[in-house]
């Protein structure tokens, strides 16, 4: 049976990315772009690419949007992206070869390099950031509709059958200014704050609000800067580490906050 490949990538206002992550699936026989409400050149970049199909949806949560692109897809693999990665050349040619064959295995876990301001995270736990993001599709292992699962951020793909990791890189540009990481970290954890309300964790007690918002921060920036190598990585690597840090506060203070009285 002839395997074709389908891209599935959700967009808002992401005309500095999309152009290079649709040029890097040109090789696929379809991709879905499912939009929420650009006001930007976003469709405009998506409709110029052959095979694409551009779709819109209002906004239904990181999980539900990209399990909704899957449904679109008509190919037997899906790839799930991003609209600020691309497929490296070397992933392009392997994934080709894959579907030429059999593939032995019902999903593939991609390697992503990591880019803070242009520079390759290679050290403190940020490469390889191993992700499943290529599976068969209506493959026994998911149930209908429900790939990613549903929480608000940090979404992941359930399954469970053979799965396998390819050799190449999928490349991802997250932070290419300090500005934009800051900015998505305090909407990431505004969401991660909201799953842990959600779990009942949220520093009642001094030692908990100690703990989780000092404590914890502190100790996962000299885990990752110092044990972990991220120290190689330059003043990027300093700078990462350390908001990344902050982040974890800021996650665990906003969940405080929300349920905090008087």
């Known amino acids: 049976m002839p395997q074709t490949l389908s891209v599935a990538i959700i967009t808002l206002n992401e005309e500095a990315n999309l152009g290079r992550t649709l040029a890097s699936v040109q090789?696929?026989?379809e991709v879905i772009v499912l939009d929420s409400g650009s006001t930007d050149r976003t469709l405009e970049i998506a409709r110029s690419f052959k095979?694409?199909?551009v779709f819109s949806e209002e906004w239904k949560g990181f999980a539900s949007q990209k399990n909704s692109a899957i449904e679109k897809c008509t190919g037997t693999w899906v790839l799930s992206?991003?609209?600020?990665e691309e497929l490296s050349v070397e992933l392009q040619t392997e994934i080709r070869v894959l579907l030429l064959g059999e593939p032995r295995a019902d999903a593939y876990m991609l390697r992503r390099r990591n880019l803070?301001?242009?520079?390759?995270?290679?050290?403190?736990?940020?490469y390889p950031d191993a992700k499943l993001r290529l599976f068969r599709h209506h493959s026994a292992n998911f149930a209908p509709g429900t790939r990613f699962t549903e929480r608000?951020?940090?979404?992941?793909?359930?399954?469970?059958?053979?799965?396998d990791t390819l050799h190449h890189d999928l490349i991802h540009h997250a932070y290419p200014t300090i500005e934009s990481y800051i900015e998505h970290m305090d909407r990431y954890s505004t969401?991660?704050?909201?799953?842990?309300t959600q779990k009942g964790t949220t520093s009642r007690s001094w030692l908990a609000f100690y703990w989780n918002i000092v404590a914890v921060p502190g100790f996962t920036?000299?885990?990752?800067?110092f044990f972990r190598g991220g120290i190689l990585d330059g003043r990027e690597g300093l700078?990462?580490?350390?908001?990344?840090?902050?982040y974890t506060s800021w996650k665990y203070s906003k969940a405080w906050q929300t349920t905090r009285k008087g």
């Open 191 to 196: 969401l991660g704050a909201q799953i842990v």
């Open 221 to 225: 920036f000299v885990w990752n800067y």
């Open 51 to 53: 095979n694409t199909k």
């Open 81 to 84: 992206l991003d609209a600020d």
């Open 27 to 29: 090789f696929a026989d």
């Open 239 to 246: 700078l990462l580490h350390l908001y990344h840090s902050t």
């Open 116 to 126: 803070f301001l242009n520079r390759w995270m290679r050290h403190g736990g940020y």
């Open 152 to 163: 608000p951020v940090h979404e992941t793909i359930a399954f469970e059958g053979k799965l």
